[in-house]
């Protein structure tokens, strides 16, 4: 069996798990039926994920937190951009949160706008259609 024979260094680590999370997604809605589109650069539009379902795009920023609870405050990291939908996922635990994108400066993860779910792809899905 193929066994990794090298350390990996924490920073490259953090990267490669943030990623897994758009992956995640990225399988999840495509299983659900959307087009996906993965921008070669997202520096300055903050898109992680472009979606359609043919005439309608949406643009998906995905997010990682330190969360101890639902509570916690996200900052806007997406200010000035065209972002229509943020989803954040709690490392240190199996849930996530959808958001609109918003404009003010910090918001907590429970807000009533938001959806949250057990990091399933029945869950998400569920709770994407109902945002």
Known sequence: ???????????????MKNTSYESMVVSW?????????????????????????????YRIQVKTVEASGDD???HNAW??????VVIF??????????????T???RPLNHPEHRKFAQTRKEFLREFHLL
Do not use: C
Not at 1 to 15: D, I, S, V
Not at 39 to 50: A, C, E, K, Y
Not at 79 to 84: F, I, K, M, R, Y
């Open 89 to 102: 996922f709690a490392r240190n635990s199996n849930w996530g949160v959808i958001a609109p994108a918003f």
């Open 29 to 57: 809605l495509m299983q659900d039926g959307w087009q996906v589109f993965l921008p070669i650069l997202d520096h300055g539009h903050q898109t992680d994920i472009l979606i359609s379902d043919g005439p309608s795009y």
């Open 72 to 74: 916690h405050s996200v």
């Open 79 to 84: 200010e000035n951009s065209h972002v229509d």
């Open 1 to 15: 069996m193929p066994r990794r024979q090298t350390q990996t260094l924490p920073g490259t680590h953090r990267a």
């Open 104 to 106: 003010e400066k910090k």
